[in-house]
């Protein structure tokens, strides 16, 4: 069973930089897609960036392509979120999630359905 735990929000001015880190627990390979979304008060659950923990594969939100970049500790077993260029439309609740690639298809990695397993989030707020 897949555990993750996000760190590192907090609140920030425009233009400043967060990084967000999810640490992942329970899984045996690297033969799992993970992904940050986020959701904005009334705003439905927006997929932002994903990445295979092989790490061939990733896709960022026209949104914050640019500005987000992901990155892996593999020894830490922990996926990061690199956020620059803040702008106050990233504020937002951010999770992560995970879940095996063979239930993931590439086309749907920012897709919220796709994935089973979820951390409890982490508030980004930029002001």
């Known amino acids: 069973h897949v555990q993750l735990v996000e760190s590192g929000g907090g609140s920030v001015q425009a233009g400043g930089t967060l990084r967000l880190g999810c640490a992942a627990s329970g899984h045996s390979d690297s033969s799992y897609f993970m992904a940050w979304f986020r959701q904005a008060p009334g705003k439905e659950r927006e997929g932002v960036a994903a990445i295979h923990l092989r790490g061939h594969f990733t896709r960022y939100a026209d949104s914050v392509a640019g500005r987000f970049t992901l990155a892996q500790d593999n020894a830490k077993k922990t996926l990061y979120l690199q956020m620059n260029d803040l702008k106050p439309e990233d504020t937002a609740m951010y999770y992560c999630?995970?879940?095996?690639?063979?239930?993931?298809?590439?086309?749907?990695?920012?897709?919220?359905?796709?994935?089973?397993?979820w951390g409890q989030g982490t508030q980004v707020t930029v002001s």
């Open positions: 999630a995970a879940d095996r690639d063979v239930n993931v298809p590439p086309s749907l990695v920012l897709d919220s359905r796709r994935y089973n397993y």
